[in-house]
C-alpha cells in the first residue's frame, strides 16, 4: 500500500509459541497479513523494560530475540520501541521502588546508559530507528513527567542522555521521540501539543541529536458527530503543530497507528465506514508532510488490539479500529489506507 507514494507500511507484532492465538508472528493466520502487507515491524511489547530487565542486573532478551530473528529472515526491516518509557507506572516493580543510594544522579546516569549500550550493542545494526524516548511530557501539565528517576537526575538530563547515549551507540539508527499527542481537540491535547514543541524546542537548542517525531496516531472517535464535523474542528490546529514540528528540522514517524471508534454506533456496517473515513481524512493530512517516511500500525487485526480491553464500549463489543477484523477479514479501513497512500504526495529521501 504505502509504497505508491515512496512511504513503507508496518506494523506491530508479539512473541507467541506456536499455535497460540495472538498477534505473533509464530499465528500462521497473522504472519500471513504481516508477510502480505508490511516491510517493517516493531514489537509490541517485547523490547519494553518490562520484558527486557527483569532486575536491575539481569536482562533477558528470549522474545525479542525471536522477533528480531523472523524480522531478519523475512525481508522486514526493523524499528526498536523502546529503549526508555518515562511514566512510572510503566516501571518494571525494582525500578520503581529502587534505592539509588548516595549519589542519585550518577546512580540514574549508570543504569539508563548500560541499558542502552546493551540493547544497541546487541542488536547493531539489525534496528534502524529506535524511539529513544516514549512519552516524556504530562498531558495535563505539559511539563516532563516526575518520576524516580527523573527527581534523581533532572528531566532534561535524562533525556539528553538517552539520545547522546543511543547516538554514539548506534551512529547508523534513525532516533526518535515518541509520544501521544492527538489531534482531538479535549481539554489535555492543546497542553500537551504546547508540551512537546517546547521540548523540541530544548532538543535543538541543546544539540540533542532527535531525528524525528513519534506520532503514535491512536486516533480517537470520541463524539457522537458526523466525521466531517470532528475532522473540522481537529485538522487546523494539527497541522499548525506539525508544521512547527517540521520547520525545526524534525522527521515524522506514524508509530502506533489505530483507531478507537469508543463513540461510533454499534452497527458494524457504520461503524467501520465511520472509521475508516476518519483515518483518511488524518492520513491524508500526515501525508501532505514529506517528512513522514514510515507508517506503523498498532497491530493489524481486531482480534489482538489492545484497544477492546482499553476504554471499552458500552456494548462491550471489540473495537474495530485495525485493517482486519476479528476473523482476519479486510474492512473499509484497509481500503482507506490504500486509498490515502495512493493519492499521497511522495515522501522526502
Known amino acids: 500500500m504505502a509504497h505508491y507514494s515512496g512511504r513503507r507500511f508496518g506494523s506491530a507484532v508479539n512473541w507467541g509459541?506456536?499455535?497460540?492465538?495472538?498477534?505473533?508472528?509464530?499465528?500462521?493466520?497473522?504472519?500471513?497479513?504481516?508477510?502480505?502487507?508490511?516491510?517493517?515491524?516493531?514489537?509490541?511489547?517485547?523490547?519494553?523494560?518490562?520484558?527486557?530487565?527483569?532486575?536491575?542486573?539481569?536482562?533477558?532478551?528470549?522474545?525479542?530475540?525471536?522477533?528480531?530473528?523472523?524480522?531478519?529472515?523475512?525481508?522486514?526491516?526493523?524499528?526498536?520501541?523502546?529503549?526508555?518509557?518515562?511514566?512510572?507506572?510503566?516501571?518494571?516493580?525494582?525500578?520503581?521502588?529502587?534505592?539509588?543510594?548516595s549519589r542519585p544522579a550518577s546512580a540514574a546516569e549508570a543504569l539508563l546508559a548500560d541499558h542502552v549500550r546493551t540493547v544497541c550493542r546487541r542488536y547493531g545494526a539489525a534496528i534502524y530507528s529506535y524511539d529513544a524516548v516514549n512519552e516524556a511530557i504530562e498531558p495535563e501539565t505539559g511539563q516532563i513527567r516526575d518520576t524516580v528517576l527523573t527527581r534523581a537526575l533532572g528531566g532534561e538530563a535524562l533525556l539528553d542522555l538517552m539520545f547522546h547515549t543511543a547516538r554514539a551507540e548506534a551512529p547508523h539508527a534513525q532516533l526518535v521521540y515518541n509520544d501521544y499527542m492527538s489531534w482531538e481537540r479535549t481539554a489535555e491535547d492543546p497542553v500537551h501539543m504546547r508540551g512537546v514543541l517546547r521540548l523540541l524546542e530544548g532538543f535543538r537548542k541543546r544539540g540533542t541529536p532527535v531525528d524525528a517525531l513519534g506520532v503514535q496516531s491512536h486516533i480517537?472517535?470520541?463524539?457522537?458527530?458526523?466525521?466531517?464535523?470532528?475532522?473540522?474542528?481537529?485538522?487546523?490546529?494539527?497541522?499548525?503543530?506539525?508544521?512547527?514540528?517540521?520547520?525545526?528540522?524534525?522527521?515524522?514517524?506514524?508509530?502506533?497507528?489505530?483507531?478507537?471508534?469508543?463513540?461510533?454506533?454499534?452497527?458494524?456496517?457504520?461503524?467501520d465506514q465511520m472509521v475508516a473515513d476518519y483515518a483518511k481524512a488524518y492520513l491524508e493530512v500526515m501525508l501532505d508532510y514529506p517528512q513522514l517516511r514510515d507508517i506503523l500500525a498498532w497491530g493489524m487485526v481486531d482480534r489482538y488490539s489492545w484497544l477492546t480491553g482499553f476504554d471499552p464500549r458500552r456494548d462491550r463489543s471489540i473495537k474495530r479500529g485495525t485493517p482486519y477484523d476479528e476473523a482476519f477479514r479486510p474492512k473499509p479501513l484497509r481500503t482507506s489506507l490504500g486509498a490515502a497512500f495512493a493519492n499521497a504526495k511522495k515522501g522526502s529521501s
Open 220 to 271: 480517537r472517535l470520541l463524539k457522537k458527530e458526523p466525521v466531517a464535523a470532528i475532522v473540522r474542528e481537529s485538522e487546523g490546529p494539527w497541522r499548525a503543530f506539525l508544521d512547527e514540528v517540521v520547520a525545526m528540522g524534525f522527521d515524522l514517524v506514524i508509530t502506533e497507528f489505530d483507531v478507537n471508534d469508543q463513540q461510533a454506533p454499534d452497527d458494524i456496517a457504520v461503524r
Open 17 to 101: 509459541k506456536p499455535g497460540e492465538d495472538r498477534g505473533s508472528f509464530a499465528n500462521p493466520a497473522y504472519a500471513r497479513i504481516l508477510e502480505r502487507e508490511c516491510s517493517v515491524l516493531v514489537p509490541e511489547n517485547e523490547l519494553k523494560w518490562q520484558w527486557v530487565r527483569p532486575s536491575r542486573d539481569r536482562f533477558e532478551f528470549a522474545q525479542f530475540d525471536a522477533i528480531a530473528e523472523y524480522a531478519m529472515a523475512n525481508g522486514f526491516s526493523l524499528r526498536g520501541h523502546t529503549l526508555f518509557w518515562l511514566p512510572q507506572k510503566w516501571y518494571p516493580d525494582w525500578l520503581a521502588k529502587i534505592d539509588l543510594g
